[in-house]
């Protein structure tokens, strides 16, 4: 009998507020070592916190977008353990009422744009750690102190998920949500985003087993292959008789499997107890309002739009999504009314996008505009020019000034539709290759293509290729 996996996932997002929460230290990446703390987030006796609001308003926007709800009146709490990277011995984080909780997310899992609901148990604000330094030339550990009381929240999913495809969706999905609503950058390379793995196996019909967690995955292709690793281990172990062990273990990515770090805390061993110097929380439900109605189109509604409003794909429409800049600028096109949206995203998703790739940069530091893309786009429906030369305007109009029409006709690149001009290329072309005149007459109609092609080369790209079509098709015809 199959196996059923059970996961849960909790995701840490770093908040970009401009301070940290609890203390007035700059809440920023990269900075020398040791430089952006204070005695408050290094846990200095006598020191007392303040609560930063932009971090609860942030909060309450995620619990927004994720269909939860807000409880406006909650506290903090002090999770205690030990570390070398907590200087207080203990975090202040949210226990029994968290701001928001009891949501739901409806995650896109196949390219037919079918979805899975997944639960949300909560959503709550704690502080971050510090980072342990460890290098070969220097004997033990160093402490950086500079991410401590770095604003977190802290999603936890339900255990609804039941396959790798499942997780990747909701993380995918949870990315996305905090990058529109402009709450997380989500730098994975800089650990501002990073989830624990729950997993646990048992056999359908069967109460659900016991489960293991891996802390810290720092990317969502390693929390996949995490939770493939982790279930195949406990099927093995299950298989031969044994049993599994509630634990903590650690992910090592480049090894591909996991290790035992820890025996498993529960929440009597971190001796919760409410922080006695931070204040109740209370939320008025004006700013509860005002923050929902702040939220933008959501991702996976954007996604659905898309293929239904525009005809797109899951994958295009997904691509187009998953990079806000490229989507504003999408969007911009569209409401020009100049093209089709169709082919507004194969331009922005092929050749504009092949080229911020090679300078590794975003659309916003190009001087495209939409008004400059789509007017070259309906050179290219009109057939002013071609599809080819329609490469080369793009290539000129994206880092200068110049218009496309401009570029158009200082290059010459104007197509030629004349049937006279393109008859008498065609008819040399067909004299040229008579074996790939006498193979379409045989059947292999596909050699039409390279004909095409090599009247194309011949009129320099100028030849308008479904004139040149037509025109061979006749030509041969009529031999």
């Known amino acids: 009998m199959d196996y059923e996996m059970i996961v849960g996932l909790e995701v840490h997002a770093e908040l970009k507020t401009k301070t940290k929460i609890y203390c007035g230290c700059k809440n920023e990446f990269g900075a020398e070592v040791n430089t952006n703390c204070c005695p408050i987030c290094t846990g200095m006796p006598g020191t007392l916190p303040t609560l930063n609001e932009k971090v609860v308003e942030y909060a309450i926007k995620m619990g927004h977008a994720t269909n939860c709800s807000i409880n406006r009146i909650c506290k903090q709490d002090r999770k205690n353990y030990f570390y070398p990277d907590l200087p207080k011995a203990y975090q202040i984080s949210q226990f029994d009422i968290p701001l928001c909780e009891h949501g739901y997310l409806d995650c896109i899992v196949n390219e037919n744009g079918d979805t899975k609901r997944i639960g949300i148990t909560r959503i709550h604000i704690e502080e971050d750690a510090g980072k342990l330094i460890h290098d070969d030339s220097f004997a033990g ?258 880092f200068s000034d110049k218009l496309p029409e401009d570029v158009v006709q200082e290059k010459g690149l104007a197509q030629v539709s004349d049937s006279s001009v393109l008859e008498e290329i065609a008819k040399s072309v067909l004299a040229a290759n008579a074996k790939a005149v006498e193979d379409y007459k045989g059947g292999k109609t596909n050699v039409i293509g390279f004909l095409v092609g090599q009247c194309m080369r011949q009129s320099k790209g100028q030849g308008n290729p479904a004139v040149l079509k037509e025109i061979i098709l006749k030509l041969i015809a009529a031999e």
């Open 141 to 398: 550990s160093l402490v950086d102190f500079n991410r401590c009381g770095v604003p977190l929240i802290e999603i936890v999913s339900e255990p609804d998920i039941r396959s790798v495809v499942e997780a990747k969706a909701y993380l995918d999905t949870i990315k996305s949500i905090l990058q529109y609503i402009d709450v997380s950058d989500c730098k994975m390379q800089e650990g501002s985003i990073r989830c624990d793995v729950n997993v646990s196996v048992h056999k359908p019909g069967e109460p659900f087993g016991t489960r293991v967690e891996m802390k810290n995955v720092n990317s969502f292709s390693g929390a996949c292959r995490a939770i493939e690793y982790e279930a195949n281990r406990q099927i093995e172990i299950l298989e031969q008789g044994g049993e599994i062990t509630q634990e903590t273990r650690r992910w090592d990515d480049m090894k591909g499997c996991n290790f035992l770090l820890r025996s498993k805390e529960d929440a009597q061993d971190y001796r919760y107890f409410p922080e006695p110097d931070l204040l109740t929380i209370v939320v008025e439900q004006e700013t509860v309002d005002r923050l929902k109605a702040e939220l933008p189109e959501l991702p996976n509604k954007k996604i659905k739009r898309y293929m239904e409003e525009y005809g797109l794909p899951h994958f295009d429409s997904n691509l187009l999504v998953e990079n806000i800049a490229t989507d504003r600028f999408f969007e911009q096109c569209i409401a020009l009314g100049v093209c089709p949206p169709k082919a507004i995203a194969n331009w922005l998703l092929g050749d504009v996008t092949r080229i911020l790739h090679e300078k590794n940069i975003e659309i916003t530091e190009t001087s495209l505009t939409p008004k400059k893309l789509t007017d070259m786009i309906a050179l290219i429906t009109k057939g002013t020019i071609s599809n080819t030369a329609g490469k080369t305007v793009l290539e000129e109009i994206i």
